[in-house]
């Protein structure tokens, strides 16, 4: 298993992948100095109104009654038709490749619901990614602590790449796409998780006077949930957050839908998580592979990204909304999702029978 693991560290480190300082496995430990910022939690050029004023309007931005307005949706949809309409299109496209799945959770395995801990998926969508996952390599890609999206998986032959990529490890079972006895684990953050624990209870603690607030533990990542707050009350929900954030200048603010992120400021995201199990599975530069990357939120557009720069496989976008993406193909629903994924495993075992 080690020499695996090794194996498939030092190709990643040649091809520059990752570097040497973001990569880590069980019982080691390895300083992540990378940086990479999206928000300046301390930006002296920029005066405390003026950058929460910015954050609340990035926070209305994520929020689909705050969605862009495109002058033409139907030119939007052109440019991102329906996965399932242009089905026969991917699959032409797929001809003759391995297919992989990358499967986004929240809003896309399962609805968005207000309380975070109650975002089960459904039996038959359970089904149907048990299916999905003896057909191709599959992974699941949250935002989520890995530990936290199993319990809501409940599937051993998946990958589950959680914390926003930043803590992966392969299938319990279902020996198909990896080397014998070889449990992949990678956590390229593993040196911040006593700075994240400190970072969530100062959270808890200063969020008590908003109502609605929900912060999440998810372990390389604390998650401060906004769905069920006053939008009169995001700029002090903002401001409560920037006076915890201030004091950690190795920490950065990223968001999602309604939530804000406080993730450890590395080079590493689902982008990356995207290119490591790519990696890790043997299908790095390699013409004859088609990753299918299905996600709903901003973080996994790092992913769409990662696809259309290099031109192989195709990113799908769930949203009932037009906005800006990478991905090629939406989707508008969890539904929809399971839709396509069924048609997936079942032109795969009509293939098999053939």
């Known amino acids: 298993m080690v020499r695996f693991i090794e194996e498939n560290i030092t190709k990643m480190v040649e091809t520059n992948i990752i570097s040497n300082s973001e990569v880590l496995y069980e019982g080691n430990t390895s300083p992540a100095t990378k940086v990479l910022q999206d928000f300046k939690i ?8 003026g950058l929460i004023r910015s954050w609340v309007d990035s926070m209305r931005a994520c929020s689909p009654t705050h969605l862009k307005s495109f002058n033409n949706h139907s030119s939007w949809i052109r440019e991102h038709p329906s996965a399932l309409n242009m089905f026969e299109e991917i699959l032409l496209a797929t001809e003759g490749k391995q297919i992989v799945m990358f499967l ?17 998926m459904s039996k038959k969508m359970r089904s149907t990614v048990r299916k999905l996952a003896t057909c191709f390599p599959t992974a699941i890609v949250s935002g989520r602590c890995r530990e936290k999206v199993y319990s809501f998986v409940k599937l051993t032959e998946l990958y589950y790449a959680g914390s926003h990529g930043m803590d992966i490890k392969g299938p319990e079972q279902g020996p198909k796409y990896k080397k014998k006895n070889q449990s992949l684990l990678c956590q390229p953050a593993t040196e911040f998780l006593p700075v994240i624990d400190e970072v969530y209870k100062k959270l808890v603690e200063k969020t008590k006077s908003i109502s609605g ?10 998650s401060v949930h906004f769905r069920c707050v006053d939008e009169n009350k995001w700029s002090d929900l903002a401001l409560l957050v920037r006076s915890v954030l201030k004091n950690y200048p190795k920490l950065m603010l990223t968001q999602g839908r309604k939530v804000l992120e406080i993730r450890p400021i590395i080079k590493w995201d689902k982008g990356k998580a995207l290119e490591f199990l790519l990696e890790s599975l043997g299908y790095d530069n390699r013409t004859d592979v088609f990753p299918i990357y299905i996600g709903d939120d901003r973080t996994d557009e790092d992913a769409f990204k990662i696809l259309r720069e290099k031109r192989q496989g195709l ?40």
Request: proline content about 4%; hydrophobic content about 35%.
């Open 104 to 120: 986004d959770y929240d809003g896309t395995l399962s609805p968005i619901v207000d309380d975070p801990d109650r975002a089960f």
């Open 213 to 222: 607030a929900i912060v999440e533990n998810n372990k390389f990542c604390a």
């Open 315 to 354: 990113g799908i976008l769930v949203s009932k909304y037009a906005k800006e993406t990478n991905a090629s193909y939406s989707l508008q629903d969890p539904d929809e999702v399971m839709d396509f994924l069924e048609r997936l495993v079942e032109w795969k075992q009509l293939r098999c029978e053939a």
């Open 42 to 49: 301390n930006d002296e050029n920029v005066g405390r109104g």
